[in-house]
């Protein structure tokens, strides 16, 4: 998966290259515009995954927020 990940990005450059010079063609072209698209995609992938993670965290936050809340609420009963 890397060594493919490798050669799209060379792929990438030569192309960016051959347009930089002039030279146009469908296959540089498309290799030039969808390069972005990709990476947008894998990012966003990365990005689910991190928003998956922060829902959690928060979830976890709000169970131990109310453990606490729970906790010192019994403490200062037991107290009186």
Known sequence: ?????????????????????????????????????????ENMRVMGGLSELLHKLLVLKTIMMAKISHTQRAGRASLT
């Not at 990940?5 to 063609?25: C, I, L, P, S, V």
């Open 1 to 41: 998966m890397q060594a493919e990940r490798d050669e799209k990005e060379m792929q990438f450059k030569r192309d960016e290259k051959e347009m930089q010079a002039g030279r146009y063609n469908i296959q540089n072209v498309k290799s030039f515009v969808c390069k972005p698209v990709t990476k947008l995609r």
